[in-house]
């Protein structure tokens, strides 16, 4: 039997055998399963509507008397121009535009129809009722959040059931979710719970619901539960979806039922669609078990499923070897068509889309940063679940860190993005561009509520700002020291919503104890400056000097630091014998001048040499020469190199 023909038996033995499978995935419960729902769901594709029932079961996790209820109700962010999120994005997000002007319907909403507490045996139901709520800008028109007050209250531990009837108009496909023509991607489409957070978690003082209103630039929080989802569909229709599918069965009127499971996650999504070629594929891990990985191709991708499933791979990988284990069985990627774009990039719990074009060359690896980089939300959004309308960097920024070592490692330092017609472009070069390229880099910081950011500086302050700063952190504490802390993070923290403080204590746990007092007794000096504070850093060579005192050689090092930021910096000095020297700088006052005593003339320096220090907005300015200077050619094949590093980030995003 060839390799091809048994690798094909063994991913369709994986997939029968999850097909088949008896519940429970997991022999014990790997979150603490506080919001559990029991989901069946129609779609129209004509209407593009959605018809559900929903039975909610949520446990109380707190101390206290819950006397209301409090829900989201996302897709009424597309129900008018009132909403919060139209108002503040101006009906645009990521460069797609809701068509105001389309034939069909463009925009979105849910209804509750119904909502009633599931009596005790012997005892009717009691039909509840619910009022919108604005908890963020008291703006009257938005239906995103309601509270839901109760006449019996949930005491400490216990449990309420609650029967939830709806209907969903599906929006044209904006802001991830919606149709195009006869695709459908399913995100934020039923009645979901908030989280109730108990005192003494997060940042919570006294037990608080936490259900934001949904914004242009915040995504979800959620708790974590168990999902068991019927999804009626035309017969001709292809679904995938969160979990796994363990029953499918013939509907009426030329319909078909699929049932899937997904346990220990925060969401549920789900895509349908006639033209969806499958590909099956797996990944087994070196030490025991594997991860059936199954695409879900536009038939002109299809040419470009290896490449998805590489790199699929590839981050299961790294992960596994370099944060944790990904618990799940199974991966589900999806290539949304050019014409439904709006839903490309964007992760679910085991479940991603991706995103390319059907002309792409292979050495310009959008859909292979794409596809790593949503997998890596399975890590920060899904298996950690912070909190992202308050703190998204802990999602998109300790995610962006990772896509970049990841695609670096995989596909070369320097290539990674792009590497066509001689010029070459790293993952990470291209995150620290966005920074420190900014008119103004000291604009804001990235920690903040997504909605109170800066305008316009979402995405370079939550994703690349963010994953700047954790490569010099990466950078002064070493590779060895700082998987040990991210690892230590994702051990303590998985399945428990962290928070900065919880990140930023372990840091101050790891470091001392790795590398004694060398960056002080804490890093909280660093936090300060990188997360919470707006500082800019620029550490630059400004002079180099050999001249005679008292008769003996003397050579003069002067190093400036430009702006507010102060990090150690090493510098490093070349002699005309070869010798080289390495010189430490605490880097706090404005000038540093070194003074040596050395027999032969210095030739270069360099601050940084082994660029710690990546927040620097200012590489060129980091070394002299005494030699003759190319730095003209320098400069000018640097400003040509950040243009194309542009128009790469302009593909990659239309991808």
């Known amino acids: 039997m060839n390799q091809l023909v048994a690798s094909i038996l063994l991913c369709c033995s994986v997939f029968a055998s999850y097909a088949q499978s008896p519940k429970p995935i997991f022999a014990q419960p790997l979150s603490p399963r506080l919001a559990n729902y029991q989901i069946d769901v129609s ?23 819950i006397r209301e209820l409090r829900f989201h109700l996302y897709l009424n962010a597309f129900r008018d121009e009132k909403s919060t999120f139209m108002r503040e994005s101006g009906g645009q997000l990521r460069g797609n535009e809701i068509d105001r002007n389309a034939k069909e319907n463009p925009y979105g909403s849910i209804d509750i129809t119904s909502m009633k507490v599931r009596g005790q045996p012997g005892r009717a139901s009691e039909a509840l009722a619910y009022e919108f709520i604005q908890p963020d800008d008291n703006n009257r028109d938005d239906r995103t959040v309601i509270r839901v007050p109760l006449s019996k209250p949930v005491g400490p531990g216990e449990t309420i059931v609650l029967d939830i009837a709806f209907r969903s108009k599906l929006p044209a496909i904006f802001a991830r979710t919606g149709f195009s023509r006869d695709y459908f991607l399913v995100g ?56 796994l599918k363990v029953s499918e069965k013939t509907g009426p009127k030329n319909t078909r039922i699929s049932r899937w499971h997904a346990e220990d996650v925060v969401d549920f999504a789900w895509t349908a669609s006639p033209h969806f070629l499958v590909v099956d594929g797996f990944w087994k891990r070196p030490s025991a078990g594997s991860v059936a990985i199954r695409l879900l191709m536009q038939p002109e991708h299809a040419h470009q499923a290896d490449r998805h499933m590489d790199a699929a791979k590839a981050a299961l990988a790294y992960f596994d070897k370099h944060l944790g284990r990904y618990p799940f069985p199974n991966l589900t990627v999806v290539d949304p068509p050019f014409h439904g774009n709006g839903s490309a990039g964007m992760e679910y719990p085991t479940f991603i889309t991706a995103g390319t074009v059907s002309f792409l060359p292979e050495n310009v690896r959008a859909p ?31 995610n962006q860190y990772y896509e970049g070592r990841i695609m670096d490692a995989t596909y070369g330092l320097r290539t990674s993005q792009i590497d066509l017609f001689g010029f070459r472009i790293g993952d990470t070069e291209t995150a620290r561009d966005s920074y420190v390229h900014q008119e103004n880099p000291a604009i804001g910081s990235s920690f903040g509520n997504t909605w109170q950011l800066p305008d316009g500086q ?44 919880n990140f930023i204590d372990i840091v101050n746990e790891i470091v001392p104890k790795r590398l004694g007092q060398r960056y002080g007794f804490d890093m909280n000096w660093f936090f300060e400056q990188v997360l919470y504070g707006e500082k800019v850093i620029d550490y630059q060579l400004q002079s180099l000097r050999n001249r005679k005192r008292n008769g003996r050689q003397q050579q003069l090092i002067t190093v400036l630091r430009n702006f507010d930021g102060q990090m ?84 990659a995003w239309l991808a």
Request: charge should be negative; include cysteine.
């Open 568 to 651: 150690p910096v090493d510098v490093r000095v070349h002699f005309e014998d070869g010798r080289e020297l390495l010189l430490f700088w605490d880097g706090k006052a404005r000038q540093r001048t070194f003074t040596l005593n050395e027999k032969s003339n210095v030739v270069w320096a360099t601050v940084d040499p082994k660029q710690k220090i990546y927040m620097d907005v200012n590489l060129n300015n980091n070394s002299l020469t005494l030699e003759p200077s190319s730095a003209p050619a320098v400069k000018f094949a640097a400003k040509f190199l950040f243009w194309v590093q542009n128009w790469m980030q302009w593909l």
């Open 368 to 398: 292979e940063a794409v596809t790593v980089h949503e997998f890596g939300h399975q890590y920060f959004m899904q298996l950690l679940a912070s909190n992202e309308f308050e703190e998204a960097w802990l999602d998109e920024g300790f």
């Open 43 to 65: 779609l129209d594709p004509a209407t593009k509507k959605l018809t559900g029932r929903e039975t909610l079961t949520w446990r109380n996790p707190s101390n206290d008397v």
């Open 188 to 243: 934020q489409w039923f009645p979901k719970i908030g989280v109730y957070e108990p005192a003494g978690t997060r940042y919570a003082k006294t037990g608080q619901w936490n259900c934001h209103q949904f914004h242009a630039h915040s995504e979800f929080y959620a708790d974590y539960g168990v999902y068991d989802v019927n999804i009626t569909t035309p017969n001709e229709y292809v679904i995938g979806a969160t979990g």
């Open 458 to 501: 979402y995405g370079v302050l939550t994703y690349m700002k963010t994953a700047t700063w954790l490569r010099t952190l990466d950078g002064l504490v070493g590779r060895p020291v700082m998987d040990e802390i991210m690892q230590t993070y994702f051990r303590r923290w998985q399945f428990k919503h962290p928070n900065a403080q």
